[in-house]
């Protein structure tokens, strides 16, 4: 069983950086799609950058051109710049033998593994 565990959270300013870092224990190329999802309070869970097996990214229009994916073996992160406040959330790092596709409509389908989440928090 694929084990996801994140790090790099934390509470920070509108427009700093802040860098995710997910390391999997288990065989990650049985899963066709990595990537990160969020949920905020009160909203539902959206897919924020995936990465296929060929190293294929998607990213949720909101993020794009700030965040940037990287798989690198065992090891998945999130760089994330100027960060805003709409940024704020729990982040996932997950898994799914689907496709990236599917992967980064989390609020339709779970992705098969998750982590315990690390928590984002940016304020004015």
């Not at 596709?101 to 004015?124: C, D, H, K, W, Y």
């Amino acid at each position: 069983q694929l084990q996801l565990v994140e790090s790099g959270g934390g509470s920070v300013k509108v427009g700093v950086s802040l860098r995710l870092s997910c390391v999997a224990s288990g065989h990650t190329e049985d899963y066709l799609c990595m990537g990160w999802f969020r949920q905020a309070p009160g909203k539902e869970r959206e897919g924020v950058a995936a990465v296929n097996i060929l190293g294929a990214t998607s990213y949720t229009n909101p993020v794009k051109g700030r965040f940037s994916i990287s798989r690198v073996e065992n090891s998945l992160s999130l760089q994330m710049n100027d960060v805003k406040e709409e940024d704020t959330a729990m982040y996932y790092c997950a898994a799914d033998r689907s496709t990236c596709a599917t992967f980064m409509t989390p609020q339709i389908r779970s992705p098969e593994v998750s982590g315990q989440g690390t928590l984002v928090n940016v304020s004015a």
